[in-house]
């Protein structure tokens, strides 16, 4: 049985990169089809095997999908590194810190520079397509310090939804974990991944963050893993993360 994919799926699929990183190869015509540049829009059709039935090449070599198990896991991204497997200006990358993992895993969402906590990084690109669309439901839980007091009246604004510079954000949950003279601790829960959302709403409201750490990703909690360092996804935790609860 064959069916036509778009082209970027079938790349994610063969376990290469994230359907967005296909979609910029592609459009840098790092992709061709037959030995013609692709273009975003393209199609391949696809056998029982999970191949395309032509040759799909990503600067010069073949792509296809190999009978292998998925390797998926958890890193505890530390500040001061970017959220991508290279780095145009040359800075710190989590590619340095997986570089021991045993398969080319690449992030599902994004940490900023700044932030530091739990990024799942996998080579299944179903499972980072599900992860990353808007539609996703399982929430994120971060805490963020504050260096300020906070006051009751900007923490109702934080439970509320949101509109900033004309973009419109969900309500989150936010609760105070500790509250000082002049620093706050928060443990917010977004249940969706816009850029820089929890720092755009605190700063909308003149609350610095001095610090910004994602602790777990729904029952998926960092725990006790050392900055810097990974650990492996169990199928349980996979299964979850995939909604087959």
Same mark, same amino acid.
């Given at each position: 049985?064959?069916?036509?994919?778009?082209?970027?799926k079938y790349i994610a699929d063969c376990g290469l990169m994230s359907r967005r990183a296909a979609?910029?190869?592609?459009?840098?015509?790092?992709?061709?089809?037959?030995?013609?540049?692709?273009?975003?829009?393209?199609?391949?059709?696809?056998?029982?095997?999970?191949?395309?039935?032509?040759?799909?090449?990503?600067?010069?070599?073949?792509?296809?999908?190999?009978?292998?198990?998925?390797?998926?896991?958890?890193?505890?991204?530390?500040?001061?590194?970017?959220?991508?497997?290279?780095?145009?200006?040359?800075?710190?990358?989590?590619?340095?810190?997986?570089?021991?993992?045993?398969?080319?895993?690449?992030?599902?969402?994004?940490?900023?520079?700044?932030?530091?906590?739990?990024?799942?990084?996998?080579?299944?690109?179903?499972?980072?397509?599900?992860?990353t669309h808007p539609r996703h439901k399982i929430p994120k839980i971060y805490h963020v310090k504050?260096?300020?007091?906070?006051?009751?009246?900007?923490?109702?604004? %934080?439970?509320?939804?949101?509109?900033?510079? $004309?973009?419109?954000?969900?309500?989150?949950? =936010?609760? +105070?974990?500790? &509250? #000082?003279?002049?620093?706050?601790?928060?443990?917010?829960?977004?249940?969706?991944?816009?850029?820089?959302?929890?720092?755009?709403?605190?700063?909308?409201?003149?609350?610095?963050?001095?610090?910004?750490?994602?602790?777990?990703?729904?029952? %998926?909690?960092?725990?006790?893993?050392?900055? $810097?360092?990974?650990?492996?996804?169990?199928? =349980?935790? +996979?299964?979850? &993360? #995939?909604?087959?609860?």
């Amino acid at each position: 049985m064959t069916q036509l994919i778009r082209l970027q799926k079938y790349i994610a699929d063969c376990g290469l990169m994230s359907r967005r990183a296909a979609e910029e190869e592609i459009a840098h015509g790092s992709v061709t089809v037959d030995g013609i540049v692709a273009h975003l829009g393209d199609k391949v059709e696809v056998g029982g095997s999970g191949n395309a039935l032509c040759d799909v090449k990503l600067r010069g070599t073949l792509v296809e999908r190999k009978a292998q198990r998925h390797t998926t896991i958890m890193l505890n991204k530390p500040r001061g590194y970017v959220t991508t497997l290279s780095d145009e200006k040359g800075r710190a990358c989590v590619a340095e810190l997986v570089a021991d993992v045993g398969a080319r895993v690449y992030p599902c969402g994004r940490l900023d520079y700044e932030s530091e906590g739990l990024l799942i990084l996998t080579d299944d690109g179903e499972l980072c397509n599900l992860l990353t669309h808007p539609r996703h439901k399982i929430p994120k839980i971060y805490h963020v310090k504050l260096g300020a007091a906070i006051t009751t009246a900007q923490l109702d604004t %934080l439970n509320r939804p949101m509109e900033i510079e $004309g973009e419109r954000y969900k309500a989150a949950r =936010a609760e +105070i974990v500790t &509250l #000082k003279k002049n620093e706050t601790v928060l443990r917010m829960t977004l249940h969706e991944g816009r850029n820089r959302q929890i720092r755009k709403m605190c700063e909308s409201l003149n609350l610095p963050i001095t610090a910004l750490k994602r602790v777990a990703i729904g029952e %998926l909690e960092l725990g006790d893993l050392r900055i $810097g360092k990974w650990r492996r996804l169990t199928p =349980a935790q +996979i299964s979850y &993360l #995939k909604g087959k609860r």
